[in-house]
């Protein structure tokens, strides 16, 4: 394979950004472009990344990528409606007999995507491209990092690249008005003591917990308390999150919002009430590290995901993985040597910066050439880079059963944390339920 991984270009000098692809560019009417007498192979490059949530640095990087090569040429292509909506355009660009090169997939589509798509694992390309760099996942991945793009059959899909944890933003100066430690809960049984002390001691709120479109946030707190969402024995999945910690963690949650010391509103007002300071802890996702921190005027800073007393913690994984979905020898090989560059110490680190998604390479944070500056000025990211050893996958229910099953949980945690329901009577039934979902697969 062909080196292309030349010097990095600060990416502060790049005024100028690439044209996205707005439609569908198949591979087969775009293999390659005259460069000066000299062909470049074309290649597609399919991301989720709107304009203000990565997009520009998306673009940021193919720009360098592409003017620092002299025979790969990228076109990125930004599929709107999140990984949903790359799913459904790659659906119909496959139907046609035509794929992009490399392809972002949330984790959440792991095993529909390898069931239903043609792709090659990272190794594969590597034995075959790359020979000179045949250790490169062991290399540069954690174990469990790597593991999260491992499929139901044990196959390694993709390569882990976005990659976001729930952290604890906590607001210091609510703290010390309520006579509690500045620093913040360490255990989740300590932030229902802080929640409602504050309510008590200053009137304000003392919890939020982010409730979006998708139960990513509680399965943190679920499975930190010993439970697992789903177990898997003999090749069948079950549901097994009504267990007795995993009830305790839902009965935690709805206590606090019924005593009145934690809200239960929307994902934004949630947040835009602690960056408003009439919330003293906000649980969510360090993605959203960048905003809060440049809104807030208060002495913030984040901690760790809490624990629960005697249990590990365990925080899911957000974001996507890498695929490459390219389909002749060719584009297999330029999909590799453009991933392997948007996995460079360089690319990663720019990638954080413009994104705040944690780096799932592991030197990245160390590096002189990587985040060691950055992490000095914003020290809000440590505490997702600390508990990377922690991250678990996100539990992504199988078959078509996956999206129904996902939807009975949301209603489940909206009757519980609204009062309708316990925390037991809730997630016995609806566990039931997605059980019954899955025999009938």
């Known amino acids: 394979m062909k080196k292309c991984l030349k010097k990095f270009i600060a990416l502060a000098l790049m005024g100028a950004s690439i044209v996205t692809c707005a439609t569908g560019c198949s591979s087969d009417t775009a293999d390659s472009v005259n460069n000066g007498g000299n062909e470049k192979t074309v290649i597609e490059y399919w991301h989720c990344n709107a304009e203000n949530q990565g997009g520009l640095t998306v673009d940021e990087l193919v720009k360098n990528f592409n003017e620092n090569n002299d025979h790969i040429e990228v076109v990125a292509k930004y599929n709107p409606d999140m990984y949903k909506g790359l799913m459904q355009n790659l659906q119909a660009e496959a139907a046609t ?99 409602d002390t504050v309510k008590e001691k200053t009137g304000k709120y003392g919890f939020y917990m982010q409730e979006p479109a998708d139960f990513w946030a509680q399965q943190g707190i679920i499975e930190s308390n010993g439970a697992s969402m789903i177990t898997k024995t003999d090749g069948k999945t079950e ?64 901690v760790k995901s809490p624990v629960w007393e005697g249990e590990e913690r365990k925080v899911p994984a957000g974001g996507c993985f890498l695929a ?13 040597e453009f991933e392997k560059y948007l996995y460079s110490v360089e690319a990663m680190a720019a990638w954080t910066e413009g994104t705040g998604y944690v780096p799932p390479r592991k030197d990245v944070a160390e590096a002189e050439n990587g985040l060691k500056n950055f992490l000095a000025e914003n020290k809000m990211m440590n505490a997702a880079i600390e508990q990377m050893d922690n991250v678990v996958p996100w539990t992504a229910f199988p078959g078509d059963a996956g999206l129904q099953a996902e939807q009975m949980l949301l209603d489940m945690r909206d009757q519980i944390l609204g009062g309708q329901i316990s925390a037991e009577e809730g997630m016995k039934s609806t566990q039931d339920a997605i059980n019954a979902l899955l025999v009938s697969e």
């Not at 044990?154 to 609510?174: A, E, M, R």
């Not at 490459?324 to 590799?336: G, K, P, S, Y």
């Open 97 to 195: 007999g035509n794929y992009p090169a490399i392809v972002q997939i949330g984790w959440a589509f792991l095993d529909y995507f390898s069931n239903n798509f043609e792709y090659i694992e990272p190794q594969e390309a590597i034995d075959k491209y790359d020979t000179e760099d045949k250790d490169f996942l062991n290399n540069n991945f954690l174990p469990n990092i790597l593991e999260l793009a491992v499929n139901s059959d044990g196959n390694q899909v993709g390569i882990p690249y976005s990659l976001s944890t729930p952290v604890l933003y906590i607001n210091k100066d609510i703290l010390r008005e309520a006579g509690l430690d500045e620093n913040g809960p360490q255990t989740w049984e300590q932030v229902k003591e802080f929640a």
């Open 239 to 302: 549901a097994t999150f009504a267990s007795e910690g995993g009830i305790e963690a839902m009965q935690l949650l709805s206590d606090m919002i019924k005593g009145g010391s934690a809200l239960h509103v929307s994902w934004d007002e949630g947040c835009q009430s602690f960056i408003d300071g009439n919330c003293a802890m906000l649980y969510t996702t360090i993605a959203r590290r960048a905003s809060i921190q440049d809104s807030i005027q208060f002495d913030g800073i984040t």
């Open 324 to 336: 490459i979905t390219a389909q002749d020898e060719e584009q297999i090989a330029a999909a590799w």
